[in-house]
């Protein structure tokens, strides 16, 4: 238990041990935290003129005397979207990695006289040199241990920036939003040029294009025949090792897939159809309100 003094003047204060000359040590003065706002541009007299080298991509020239903005937010990158979210102005370290939302915070710890102290715990990070595979580049990142653990489970640094959940892209930050946009860009100029030699071309239920290499009955192939054919010939083969990959025609294509529990929805595209008939009676149905 903590005693009391006993005189006026140390009315109000806490003793830590049990012999005065230590009381009067271990007293503790009475401290206030502020949060302060960050400064995104702090005013800077020009001193001296710069030498030509530095104002020479310098869109206007400075005065002795003059006051100057100086930014100390990173620059916007051109050509990509706005960040929804916008940037820390707390922790702005995390603007430059990916640290999936994670922050400073302050706990209490209690001692066994029942002293508290602060103590600020800060997110676990490290940095890592990631590869991109849309990209195909390697990039040093700082990033916090947990998201490191979501990149290896997800599969990769492009399925992480890529998925497309309101939690995920919160989590981004203003550094993975841009690698999101340059990998979703990436990704598109490779579809286009992926496309551009075939002409049939469907989407499918989830607004994506596939071109169809082949067909059979009612299915639609998105991967070519030698594919098929030859995966079908390597598993034949290990029962049958005189078995002649000619005898696999377009009949017995799906059948051998069915035996050996190949995925048929995997190699194939369910088309995206719409019904006029029904959107029409859906509309006459419907009331405005």
């Known amino acids: 238990m903590f005693r009391t003094a006993s005189t006026s003047k140390l009315v109000g204060q806490r003793y830590f041990s ?3 000359n230590a009381n009067g040590r271990a007293i503790k003065e009475i401290k206030t935290y502020l949060l302060k706002e960050r ?6 007299v020009v001193r001296a003129l710069p030498k030509k080298k530095m104002i020479k991509n310098a869109n206007e020239k ?29 922790y702005t370290q995390s603007n430059h990695g990916l640290y999936g939302g994670f922050f400073p915070y302050t706990v209490e710890r209690e001692t066994a006289s029942k002293g508290k102290t602060r103590v ?7 940095g890592k040199n990631l590869y991109s595979a849309t990209l195909d580049e390697k990039m040093y990142l700082k990033l916090v241990m947990k998201v490191y653990q979501a990149i290896q489970r997800e599969g990769g640094l492009d399925t992480y920036l890529i998925k497309n959940k309101s939690r ?14 340059k990998v979703l860009i990436q990704q598109d100029k490779n579809l286009q040029t992926y496309l551009k030699g075939h002409e049939n071309i469907i989407v499918d239920k989830n607004g994506q294009k596939h071109p169809v290499f082949f067909e059979l009955g ?17 598993l034949e083969k290990i029962n049958d090792a005189k078995f002649d990959i000619k005898s696999i025609t377009d009949n017995k294509i799906i059948p ?3 035996k050996f529990q190949l995925p048929i929805q995997f190699y194939t595209i369910e088309q995206f159809e719409v019904n006029m008939d029904e959107i029409e009676k859906q509309l006459e149905k419907a009331t405005l309100y």
């Open 168 to 181: 995920r892209i919160k989590e981004l930050g203003p550094k993975g939003w841009e690698l999101r946009c």
């Open 120 to 126: 600020v715990r800060k997110p676990h990070v490290i």
């Open 18 to 20: 049990a012999t005065p």
């Open 39 to 44: 400064v995104h541009l702090k005013p800077t």
């Open 256 to 258: 051998m897939m069915e």
């Open 62 to 90: 400075h005065q002795i005397g003059q006051v100057v903005m100086r930014k100390t937010l990173p620059k916007k990158s051109e050509g990509l979207p706005e960040y929804l979210y916008g940037e820390s102005s707390f």
């Open 218 to 234: 009612s299915y639609k192939f998105k991967v070519p025949k030698k594919y098929i054919i030859n995966s079908l010939y390597n």
